[in-house]
């Protein structure tokens, strides 16, 4: 369901692209979906990562924190603060490089029953961990949600949390960018919960890799969670700040702005390091 839900996704962006390029009108049926998507403030992607790194207290912390943000008052109020007074919301959880999966389809916040579904929705399905970590996989899924929302918001974002730099599939920055450049902007939860050594792939600046290398857009914005103390209330603050008006200052330039802090394949690298090639 996953591949085919994506699949028709990626052939209606083509579709269009390729009837722009030749000067040629959308098919009825695609102007016919475009007309009929629901206006909301901001359609938002969640994308979370479930990789080995992540321990299963951690991924439960994880959860428990997107549930009680998406069901919190706070949360409510910022929505109801927007001009339509509603929201579409996705979350998917990812690892390696062609490990993406949708938990919770597109889904219409607009009440708190809408939220408590939503929120039941996630709490039901069974945790998992996979293998490696790709956060240029999770954003070159990401893009193409958008397209097969059947909503049409004031914003597109799409919300980044994992406890590792990019080290398999494609390079972060070039995802970066293409999604910036769609008009998409990229936000990050970087989690500095463990202590770098010789046997993890963590790194001890993931804050400053998200800021540099991960997020990008109109207000993009980085919350580090530093301890486990912190999770719940940062994803909070992070969810409340992407949905309420006006959107927060931009923080981060394109990458060809200004070099980078850190090196953006230093998971690819170390990944080199430890396994070759």
């Known amino acids: 369901m996953r591949f085919r839900f994506l699949t028709i996704a990626i052939a209606a962006v083509l579709a269009a692209g390729l009837l722009a390029s030749l000067g040629l009108a959308a098919p009825p049926r695609l102007l016919q979906a475009q007309s009929s998507a629901i206006p909301v403030d901001t359609e938002l992607v969640l994308a979370v990562d479930v990789s080995y790194s992540m321990d299963p207290e951690e991924q439960q912390i994880q959860r428990e924190g997107y549930v009680e943000a998406i069901t919190s008052r706070e949360f409510m109020a910022a929505i ?5 007074g509603k929201i579409a919301l996705t979350y998917f959880e990812w690892a390696g490089a062609d490990d993406q999966t949708i938990i919770v389809p597109w889904r219409l916040i607009e009440g708190p029953e809408t939220a408590d579904a939503f929120g039941a929705e996630i709490t039901r399905a069974p945790y998992r961990r996979a293998s490696r970590t790709s956060i240029g996989g999770a954003l070159m899924f990401a893009k193409p ?12 974002v799409v919300d980044v949390s994992g406890d ?16 910036v450049t769609a008009g998409i902007t990229i936000n990050g939860l970087p989690l500095t919960l463990n202590r770098p050594n010789s046997f993890s792939m963590d790194i001890a600046n993931l ?18 969670v530093r301890n486990r103390e912190q999770f719940k209330e940062a994803i909070r603050t992070k969810l409340i700040m992407e949905v309420a008006e006006p959107a927060p200052a931009a923080r981060v330039q394109r990458v060809q ?10 998971g690819e690298q ?8």
Do not use: K
Request: some cysteine; overall charge positive; charged content about 20%.
């Open 80 to 84: 109801r603060a927007g001009s339509h």
């Open 145 to 156: 949600l958008f397209a097969a929302s059947g909503f049409r918001g004031l914003r597109r």
């Open 164 to 179: 590792g730099p990019n080290n398999s599939g494609p390079l972060v920055l070039p995802q970066r960018d293409d999604l």
């Open 207 to 224: 804050d400053v890799y998200y800021e540099d290398c991960v997020i990008g857009g109109p207000g993009a914005f980085v919350i580090p």
């Open 257 to 266: 702005a200004r070099q980078p802090r850190i090196s953006c394949t230093v």
């Open 270 to 277: 170390m990944w080199r390091d430890r396994w070759g090639n």
